[in-house]
């Protein structure tokens, strides 16, 4: 029996990806709903070729022209966060992949969660800023969360089986392209420099977020609310191969690693398809070619992003949400010149110094908190010109 997917952010890299499963498993996935952010050419396109029942343009401004693109077909055209919410909540989806970038995937992911899906999570940002009700949303709609992300993935796979306490988490970074870099020449590198990242292909938003081990800083928050663990058990190893995704230590000092080639094909199908395993039609890990693994504990001043997601969640309260709209602030700056790389992390830490911190924030608490510190935000990357 086919499975209904909907797909929250089907024109980037994960959707795209997604899009590729299904289209290897037919018998097993239908789409039943696609939306992007302004993306109408690629959004119509993948439409044509799925045909769902619903597709939802996210940015309003572009709703007349994915209506006439779509015209001829029995598609409804939704748009807002009013159209991803319906996009996800009908009875007939089974699955939804939560793959839109940054703070705008929290509302419809919540709204998943109410309607009781299963949830494939690559969107990082949801349990960043409100990790603990997300949690205890999943608990009380009984929604199952099932990561995507490739280093999540990797630990979830290494839990499978086990009823054992986690004594460490060890979440594995490739370091990014500035891998080894001193602080004088971070603080001269570009965003085009940034967005050439040695391993992955992925959007311009994560891409920025490595550069900088932002990246790992939420990973390691997440980490925390996917897997119950205290950060203290978590640990960040540089690993600039790629190849184990992420591992688990246990009491009796035995770790368990997950490994592949660097490639999201196949942690997006082990969400989907979770607890089965199917063949997964991409490049296979070849071991006899792998000449070295190697691990390296990461510079935090070099890189003080990562230092400051550490300090966010040993706060608590709303102190990550700021973080994560202060960091969606500077990574658009970054992207279009407008900050160098250490006004990034400047910016950042003095947004968290400077918005209202509140202790047991309610989701209406992170909305007004994510505007408050994204204006601060911005006003601070206005002075420094």
Avoid at 89 to 113: Q, W
Avoid at 328 to 355: G, H, K, L, P, W
């Amino acid at each position: 029996m086919q499975k209904q997917v909907a797909i929250l952010g089907s024109t980037g890299s994960i959707g795209t990806q997604t899009l590729d499963v299904v289209r290897s498993y037919p018998q097993l996935y239908k789409v039943y709903s696609l939306s992007a952010q302004r993306n109408v050419k690629k959004l119509s396109e993948q439409a044509r070729e799925f045909l769902p029942e619903v597709v939802c343009i996210a940015d309003p401004t572009y709703y007349d022209e994915l209506c006439e693109a779509l015209r001829d077909l029995p598609i409804k055209v939704v748009c807002g966060e009013v159209g991803l919410c319906e996009g996800v909540a009908a009875d007939k989806v089974d699955v939804v992949v939560s793959s839109i970038v940054g703070f705008a995937g929290l509302i419809p992911t919540i709204e998943a969660i109410k309607k009781g899906k299963k949830i494939a999570l690559a969107n990082k940002e949801t349990l960043v800023v409100a990790g603990e009700l997300i949690t205890n949303l999943c608990k009380q709609y009984q929604s199952q969360l099932v990561p995507i992300d490739s280093e999540h993935s990797a630990i979830f796979q290494c839990l499978q089986g086990e009823n054992n306490e986690i004594k460490k988490i060890i979440l594995t970074a490739s370091g990014g392209p500035f891998r080894g870099f001193s602080k004088a020449e971070l603080a001269k590198v570009s965003s085009q420099q940034a967005l050439q990242h040695p391993n992955w292909k992925m959007g311009d938003k994560i891409t920025i977020d490595s550069a900088t081990l932002m990246n790992k800083g939420f990973e390691m928050i997440e980490a925390k609310w996917l897997f119950g663990v205290e950060v203290s058990k978590i640990e960040i190893l540089i690993h600039p191969q790629s190849i184990i995704h992420s591992a688990v230590e246990f009491a009796d000092g035995a770790i368990k690693a997950q490994l592949g080639v660097p490639d999201m094909h196949l942690p997006i199908q082990y969400a989907l398809t979770y607890p089965d395993r199917l063949p997964c039609k991409q490049e296979e890990l070849d071991l006899a070619h792998m000449a070295t693994l190697s691990f390296a504990r990461p510079d935090k001043e070099a890189f003080p992003c990562l230092q400051l997601a550490f300090e966010a969640i040993k706060k608590g309260g709303n102190m990550p949400c700021i973080l994560n709209a202060a960091n969606e602030v500077v990574n658009r700056a970054f992207i279009e010149n407008r900050c160098t790389f250490y006004q990034m992390s400047d910016a950042i830490q003095q947004t968290m110094q400077q918005t209202t911190w509140i202790e047991k924030p309610t989701l209406e608490d992170y909305l007004h908190s994510d505007k408050e510190a994204r204006n601060i935000t911005e006003n601070l990357i206005k002075s420094t010109k």
